[in-house]
């Protein structure tokens, strides 16, 4: 028998699965405008070249473009725009982060070292309900944690915080250096780091308590927002699984029972009514 809770969490399943979608397609869009701005910038030029060469006889030279997607950090090439992240290669230790102009809102940081640690860690996020503490998986998930290990020494997610809870869909969404988790502000759930990196450990990938995965808007898509389960999400076997939580779950029970903010989705998830906020993350363990 299906019960009210059973479609509640299966509809909080279908908004994810549809806000992932919906983000990935803005950012295929912001891409395209990228693309065509560049485009367009060429053929202008070549046109100035062309008319430059009926009047003058000859010309050489390189002709230099710029993309009109938005960025903090350098404007985007068609290469940077079209380079795909690479998976751990376990020969050289590395790892193919590559730039992400078209991402959003972005706090650059610059781009992680391609050598990565496999060595196990833990990760301690300070928040101003206390402490949660994970282990990370780097033998599974080493481009992943390279990302979390790099992000917390720049850091990245001091003093944000975490715009996205569940109740029937029991998560909590953080890793977005720009929410505002108010409940009123459109643009959270799109900052990162403005950089991407494969998706890792997904075979068999379950997502039940305490496990902690990257958010994501479609395949290769990560950047720095990760959630935590505290219950049974159901969910398909698309985000990177990179640690278990082993201490501070309480923490998110108490906050799912405040409940969420008005202005949510209409799924059962929106910003937390009590405000979890990051105040550091620290690794800890071999790099």
């Not at 059973?6 to 992932?20: G, T």
């Not at 003093?159 to 505002?180: E, M, Y």
Request: some cysteine; glycine content about 12%.
């Amino acid at each position: 028998m299906v019960t009210g809770k059973d479609r509640q969490r299966q509809l909080a399943r279908e908004h994810h699965q549809r806000q992932m979608q919906s983000r990935a397609e803005r950012q295929q869009r912001a891409r395209r405008v990228a693309i065509l701005g560049t485009s367009t910038a060429v053929v202008v030029v070549i046109g100035g070249i062309v008319a430059a060469i009926a009047l003058l006889g000859g010309t050489d030279g390189d002709v230099a473009t710029a993309s009109a997607a938005p960025s903090a950090s350098a404007p985007a090439t068609d290469a940077a725009a079209a380079a795909e992240p690479k998976a751990y290669d376990p020969a050289t230790g590395t790892c193919g982060y590559v730039a992400d102009p078209g991402s959003g809102q972005v706090k650059d940081v610059g781009l992680p070292p391609a050598k990565v640690s496999t060595a196990a860690a833990t990760m301690t996020i300070k928040t101003n309900l206390g402490d949660i503490v994970a282990k990370l998986d780097a033998a599974k998930a080493p481009c992943t944690v390279g990302s979390f290990r790099y992000l917390a020494s720049k850091n990245y997610f001091k003093d944000s915080k975490c715009h996205r809870l569940g109740t029937d869909f029991p998560i909590l969404q953080c890793g977005d250096p720009l929410a505002k988790a108010d409940g009123k502000n459109p643009t959270d759930g799109q900052g990162g780091p403005g950089y991407r990196f494969v998706d890792e450990n997904l075979e068999g990938a379950k997502y039940s308590r305490g496990v902690l995965a990257m958010a994501n808007s479609g395949p290769n898509t990560n950047g720095s927002q990760f959630f935590i389960v505290f219950g049974d999400t159901g969910l398909n076997a698309a985000y990177t699984p990179f640690g278990t939580v082993t201490k501070g779950l309480e923490i998110l029970d108490k906050v799912a029972k405040q409940g969420i903010l008005p202005g949510g989705t209409g799924d059962g998830t929106g910003a937390p009514k009590q405000p979890v906020e990051i105040k550091d993350v620290t690794i800890t363990g071999k790099s």
